[in-house]
């Protein structure tokens, strides 16, 4: 793997994200792009309440720093970003579901969690954690897919050498909110195709993806042609498959 950036390589993690803060909390001028990897983490994190199932060796898990040059005005710009990169590594089939998964059809392949710290009121840096099925494995959720099932032979240091490296290179693309937009709009899952969706009211909607407005809210668009916005902890995809 490259020696450019600063990893930290570990058999086993509670997270990879939570060991990251940790050494961030020690030293606050860690490098850019410092990155801790885990074989498997026994606390692995999602957002909210949701945990990671992986089997060692078999999944990329890792966290990078990344300090960004310029501070960042929106905290979803982060996300576009990093759907952006992962688009340049991953096959061209993956699409990327609001806000964080990387899917391919119905089937999910990984998701991302960022944390960003603030600073008077604009984004100085912000910690990526990012875990991708890379081999099948015995634990995984039925509706989960791996790079294997798609074809790659790849481990899984050489997912995330390929991810880094892109991360490197992908920086100065944050200045550019107008291609993030359009690159984002391009790979977003959910806009061909109907799936059903849990409001937090309790209401079902049979609707397509219409895009992410400023505010970093899905645009869902039923078959009436309304168009609502939604936040994070208002809305859920209701899996086919019946996984929560």
């Known amino acids: 793997m490259s020696q450019k950036y600063r990893i930290l390589r570990h058999l086993q993690l509670d997270s990879t994200q939570s060991e990251l803060k940790r050494l961030l909390q020690e030293n606050t ?3 850019h792009l410092s990155t801790v990897v885990a074989s498997t983490q026994k606390k692995g994190k999602g957002r909210g309440v949701s945990v990671w199932q992986d089997e060692p060796g078999k ?3 890792f966290s990078v720093f990344v300090r960004w040059p310029n501070a960042v005005k929106e905290s979803f710009l982060v996300n576009k970003w990093m759907c952006h990169v992962l688009a340049t590594t991953l096959p061209k089939m993956v699409q990327y579901k609001w806000p964080n998964d990387m899917m391919v059809g119905t089937k999910k392949l990984g998701g991302m969690l960022i944390e960003n710290r603030w600073e008077g009121g604009r984004i100085s840096s912000s910690i990526i954690g990012i875990g991708i099925n890379v081999k ?3 634990v995984q959720l039925p509706r989960a897919i791996s790079l294997e099932e798609l074809g790659l032979d790849i481990t ?4 995330i050498d ?5 991360m490197d290179a992908a920086v100065p693309w944050m200045d550019n909110g107008k291609l993030l937009d359009k690159r984002y709009a391009d790979i977003l899952w959910g806009k061909t195709q109907a ?4 409001t937090d009211k309790g ?3 049979e609707a397509v993806v219409a895009g992410v407005d400023d505010l970093g809210r899905v645009l869902l668009q039923t078959k ?3 168009t609502q916005a939604f936040d994070l902890d208002s809305i859920r995809w209701v899996d086919p498959n019946g996984e929560s």
């Open 224 to 226: 009436k042609g309304q």
């Open 59 to 61: 999944s990329a898990l």
């Open 136 to 138: 099948h494995s015995q």
């Open 195 to 198: 799936q059903m969706y849990a």
């Open 162 to 166: 390929e991810i880094l490296k892109a």
């Open 29 to 31: 001028a860690l490098e």
């Open 203 to 205: 209401e079902m909607l």
């Open 156 to 159: 899984a240091e050489e997912v």
